[in-house]
C-alpha cells in the first residue's frame, strides 16, 4: 500500500459528461501529481500541484481542470468527455516540490470508461 | 528536453534465468534516473532509484540498474526470474533542471515470464 488514495476505482459515464477524481496523498506530502494512461498514448504526465499552487503543467487539455485543497488532497475534474478520454488515471504524490528528484508513490488509479 | 527509449516493448524469459530491460535516457548533466513495476490492475511501484550516488542501485524483489553515463543507458536487471515479476516496466527520468517535476516515462517493457 503506497500511502495514496484514490477514489473511485471505477467510473463509467456517457460523452458530454463531466466527472470528478479525488486523490489523498500520502501523509506529510505536499506535492500531488496527475498522470493519465492509455494503450496509444502510455503514461501522461497531467499536472503537478505543490501546497496548493500548481507547480507543472504537462499535456492537460483545457477541458480538465485540477486543484489541491487546503487538506492537501487534489480533484481532477474532467468535462465534456469524449470516447478518448477512456483512461486509467493516477495520483501520485511526493514530499517535496521535485526539484530534489524526489520519487513519486502512486495511487492504484481510477479506470474511467466514457461510452 | 529530456527523453526515455525503453528498447523493448515485450521481453520474455523463463523462470529462473536472468533478466534484462533496457534503457537509454536523453537529459542534462545530472538527472534523477528511476525504474518503477506496474502489476496487472495496480498502481505503480518503485523499484529503484539513482541520484548521482552510486552508478550500481540495489532494488527491491533482487533487481538491480546500473547508470552508465558515457552510454546514456539504465539497464534494468535480475539474476534469477520469478513468476510473481510478471508485470510492465517503466524506466524514468527526471531532470531537476526542469520546473516542476516532470518526469519522463518510457514507453514501458512488458516481462512475461516462462514457468
Known amino acids: 500500500d503506497s500511502g495514496v488514495t484514490q477514489t473511485p476505482k471505477h467510473l463509467i459515464t456517457a460523452t458530454g459528461q463531466r466527472v470528478t477524481l479525488r486523490c489523498s496523498p500520502r501523509?506529510?506530502?505536499?506535492?500531488v501529481y496527475w498522470y493519465q494512461q492509455s494503450l496509444d498514448q502510455g503514461l501522461q504526465f497531467l499536472i503537478q500541484?505543490?501546497?496548493?499552487?500548481?507547480?507543472a503543467k504537462g499535456n492537460i487539455l483545457e477541458r480538465f481542470s485540477a486543484q489541491q485543497f487546503p487538506d492537501l488532497h487534489s480533484e481532477l475534474n474532467l468535462s465534456s468527455l469524449e470516447l478518448g478520454d477512456s483512461a486509467l488515471y493516477f495520483c501520485a504524490s511526493s514530499v517535496g516540490d521535485g526539484s530534489a528528484g524526489h520519487h513519486l508513490f502512486f495511487g492504484s488509479g481510477t479506470q474511467l470508461s466514457v461510452l | 528536453a529530456q527523453s526515455v527509449t525503453q528498447l523493448d516493448s515485450h521481453v520474455s524469459v523463463s523462470e529462473g534465468t536472468p533478466v534484462l530491460l533496457r534503457c537509454n535516457y536523453s537529459s542534462s548533466y545530472s538527472p534523477s534516473l528511476f525504474w518503477y513495476v506496474q502489476h496487472p490492475n495496480k498502481g505503480l511501484q518503485l523499484l529503484l532509484k539513482?541520484?548521482?550516488?552510486?552508478?550500481l542501485v540495489k532494488g527491491i524483489n533482487g533487481f538491480e540498474a546500473e547508470f552508465k553515463k558515457s552510454e546514456t543507458s539504465f539497464h534494468l536487471t535480475k539474476p534469477s526470474a520469478h513468476m510473481s515479476d510478471a508485470a510492465e516496466y517503466f524506466c524514468v527520468v527526471s531532470d531537476p533542471d526542469n520546473a516542476g517535476n516532470m518526469l519522463t516515462f518510457g514507453g514501458g517493457t512488458r516481462l512475461m515470464v516462462k514457468p
Open positions: 539513482y541520484t548521482s550516488a552510486a552508478t
Open positions: 500541484y505543490y501546497n496548493g499552487e500548481e507547480r
Open positions: 501523509s506529510g506530502d505536499l506535492s
